[in-house]
C-alpha cells in the first residue's frame, strides 16, 4: 500500500524554524513529483513548493519564496520542506502529495497519494 507519512511539524515563535518531513512507504520516491500544501482553519488549501523526480526543478508560492526550501533525498525515500523566518500566517496543516512523473503542480487535483498531515503553529 502506497503511503505518504509527514513529520516534523510543531510549535514555533515567529522568525523560527521548523524541517518538515515526508517519508513514503510501498514505493519509491524516484519516479514521483512532490508537493507540499498547507491549510489553515477557515482558508483554503494552498499550494506551497513542489519539487520534480530528479530534485532539478522546484517551485514557491509567492508567499514562501525565499524563506522556504524543498529538497529530496531520494536514497532516503524522503523530501523536506525547510521552513525558515517564520510568520504567524505560516500557521496551518502542512500535507505533502505525491504525482508520478517529472512534472510538477501547485494544483491538488493532480496529485494521487496524500499523507496525513503535520500541524504547524507559529506564535509567541
Known amino acids: 500500500q502506497l503511503q505518504l507519512a509527514e513529520s516534523g511539524g510543531g510549535l514555533v515563535q515567529p522568525g523560527g524554524s521548523l524541517r518538515l518531513s515526508c517519508a513514503a512507504f510501498?514505493?519509491?520516491?524516484?519516479?514521483?513529483?512532490i508537493v507540499w500544501f498547507r491549510q489553515a482553519p477557515g482558508k483554503e488549501r494552498e499550494g506551497v513548493s513542489w519539487?520534480?523526480?530528479?530534485?532539478?526543478?522546484?517551485n514557491y508560492a509567492d508567499s514562501v519564496r525565499g524563506r522556504f526550501t524543498i529538497s529530496r533525498d531520494n536514497a532516503k525515500n524522503t523530501v523536506y520542506l525547510q521552513m525558515n523566518s517564520l510568520k504567524p500566517e505560516d500557521t496551518a496543516i502542512y500535507y505533502c502529495a505525491a504525482k508520478r512523473g517529472p512534472i510538477g503542480s501547485l494544483r491538488a487535483q493532480v496529485y494521487d497519494y496524500w499523507g496525513q498531515g503535520t500541524q504547524v503553529t507559529v506564535s509567541s
Open positions: 510501498g514505493f519509491t520516491l524516484d519516479y514521483y513529483t
Open positions: 519539487i520534480s523526480s530528479s530534485g532539478r526543478g522546484t
